[in-house]
Every structure is written in structure tokens, then in C-alpha cells.
């Protein structure tokens, strides 16, 4: 008899770029209970991985873009799975998609937990010059993703290098 196809249970890793003058790390460490919504995202690849594979327990790479400097600055926890994003239907919301229906959710996001903040930020350059993490998705010219998936040994170099 042939076995049952399982979902996997175990931990993935990822990294999810914020502005930090939009929502920093510092914004996630001050929300009640160090935990928010990661809502507003409108590109179909990231949606599809917020709503199918990012999974509670799910450890994040918190990389801060458009800033200076560009880089990790800390980690977080996925704390809630996938669920429609609410800010899409909102007309008073930054992130209001008029094409979004309740009833058929387009957009989804995922609730995250603060876990620690760097001394310093793990930045590009290093990132660029580690054996490991030179290779991330995110070093990759052009790609302009909000959300990537990160291997354990890249997040394991990311920590490294930042000295946790």
C-alpha cells in the first residue's frame, strides 16, 4: 500500500523587506504584544507564498530597504498562517485594491512576531562577501521581491555574521 503524502512540518526560513521609515523593526518591537499583521502585499508570487507555503513557527530574516543602510536588522517569527489581507478592502487604506472582494480573497498576509534586533545591521556588503549568504535571493540583480525564501545555512550565516 502506498504511503500518504504528509505535509512537511518543518521550519522554513525567509526574509520579508520593510522600509524602515514605513514599519521598522523598532515599530514591530513597540506593537502590543511585539506582534502585527504583514498586510499590503500586491505582487501574485509573494501573495501565493504568504497564503501557501509561509507557515507558523516559520523564522524571518527582518531586512529593512530604501534605507541606510540596507540590510538585516533583525529577526521575527511567523506567528499566524497565511489569512486575507484586510487592508484590501478599505478605501482609507494605504494598500486598497478596489478589485478586491471579501467573498473571493486576492490578497493574504500573515502575522509576525518580534524575536531580536542586531547591534548593527548585516548589510548588503556583507552579505555580498559571505561565502553563504552571496548567493541569496535577495543579493540577486533585479530581483525586487518583498518576501524570499532563505535557506537554514543562509540564515544561520545571517546570524553569524551578526553575532547572535
Not at 15 to 37: M, N, R
Not at 82 to 107: L, V
Request: hydrophobic letters at 30%; one cysteine or more.
Amino acid at each position: 500500500m502506498p504511503k500518504k503524502k504528509t505535509e512537511s512540518t518543518e521550519r522554513r526560513y525567509w526574509l520579508f523587506k520593510s522600509e524602515a521609515d514605513c514599519f521598522s523593526i523598532d515599530d514591530l518591537k513597540a506593537a502590543p504584544k511585539k506582534t502585527t499583521f504583514w498586510d499590503g502585499v500586491r505582487n501574485y508570487q509573494v501573495r501565493n507564498m504568504l497564503r501557501d507555503d509561509v507557515k507558523k513557527g516559520d523564522l524571518v530574516l527582518y531586512y529593512h530597504s530604501n534605507s541606510k543602510p540596507l540590510g538585516v536588522v533583525g529577526t521575527a517569527e511567523v506567528v499566524k498562517e497565511g489569512y486575507p489581507d484586510h487592508t484590501a478592502y478599505d478605501p482609507k487604506e494605504d494598500h486598497y485594491d478596489p478589485k478586491s472582494d471579501p467573498e473571493d480573497p486576492r490578497w493574504f498576509m500573515v502575522d509576525v512576531k518580534f524575536r531580536s534586533k542586531y547591534d548593527e545591521a548585516v548589510t548588503r556588503d556583507m552579505l555580498k562577501d559571505h561565502p553563504v549568504t552571496s548567493g541569496m535571493m535577495v543579493m540577486q540583480k533585479g530581483s525586487r521581491l518583498s518576501i524570499t525564501p532563505v535557506t537554514a545555512e543562509e540564515f544561520a550565516a545571517v546570524e553569524e555574521l551578526a553575532g547572535q
